[in-house]
């Protein structure tokens, strides 16, 4: 399977803990996206990158999150410290580097419940 | 800041008719690109029809067409003999041409009736 992955899958964690969430995009895609979408809502926009560079971050990225793309492959997003109202779909998109229309293809999502 | 706005929460069709699900955006740019998202229950999502703001012919993919209304800012998605596996949440998003991230809708439930 090419298309983008995510792991893990699920994640139930205690307020306080921190959880760390991987993606591996589409192989040949250089452009990177991260998305957090609550129950009943449409995604909304957390941070991009291109290659190894994060270009771009919402005002919604608080500092207690961090995302990272260290050789321009797979990325992370770390939370510290969870919140309850960090409870979410965390899901993570890829583009190739020509801009114009090209589709942002989405992995399936990590679903994070913080108890 | 951009906005995208679904104002049908839920919509519901019978198999083999046609449905229309609204999305209405606000935007001061004059190039832009335009998506309509399906995501199945548990399933992750894909793209359904691209809409490039600088063509007036609407773009259609199968049993897929777009309503794009520039002035208006309108961009509804028609479809048409419609199927059990239509069935999904729909998002209408919003990407500038300068820009990078998708601006959503809240997304329209398709419920599909045998």
């Known amino acids: 399977d090419t298309g983008v992955s995510q792991n893990p899958r699920h994640k139930i964690t205690k307020r306080g803990q921190n959880v760390t969430f991987r993606c591996d995009p589409i192989?040949?895609?250089?452009?990177l996206y991260w998305y957090r979408q609550t129950l009943g809502q449409g995604p909304e926009f957390l941070t991009y990158f291109q290659n190894e560079a994060q270009l771009e971050k919402s005002r919604l990225l608080s500092d207690r999150f961090s995302a990272e793309r260290p050789k321009g492959s797979f990325s992370t997003l770390e939370i510290q410290r969870t919140e309850q109202g960090d409870s979410a779909m965390y899901l993570c998109?890829?583009?190739?580097?020509?801009?114009?229309?090209?589709?942002?293809?989405f992995g399936p999502g990590t679903r994070l419940t913080v108890l | 800041a951009q906005t995208v706005t679904q104002s049908q929460p839920e919509m519901s069709v019978q198999e083999a008719e046609t449905v229309t699900l609204s999305c209405t955006y606000d935007t001061s740019e004059s190039d832009y690109y335009l998506f309509w998202y399906k995501q199945p229950p548990s399933r992750q999502m894909i793209l359904v029809i691209r809409q490039e703001a600088y063509k007036q012919q609407n773009a259609t993919e199968n049993r897929f067409s777009v309503n794009f209304q520039k002035a208006a800012k309108s961009f509804s998605l028609k479809i048409s003999d419609s199927q059990l596996g239509d069935a999904a949440m729909y998002f209408c998003?919003?990407?500038?041409?300068?820009?990078?991230?998708?601006?959503f809708g809240g997304g329209t439930r398709l419920m599909v009736k045998p």
């Open positions: 192989s040949e895609h250089n452009r």
């Open positions: 998109a890829s583009s190739p580097s020509k801009l114009g229309g090209n589709e942002q293809f």
């Open positions: 998003a919003y990407r500038n041409n300068a820009g990078n991230m998708l601006t």
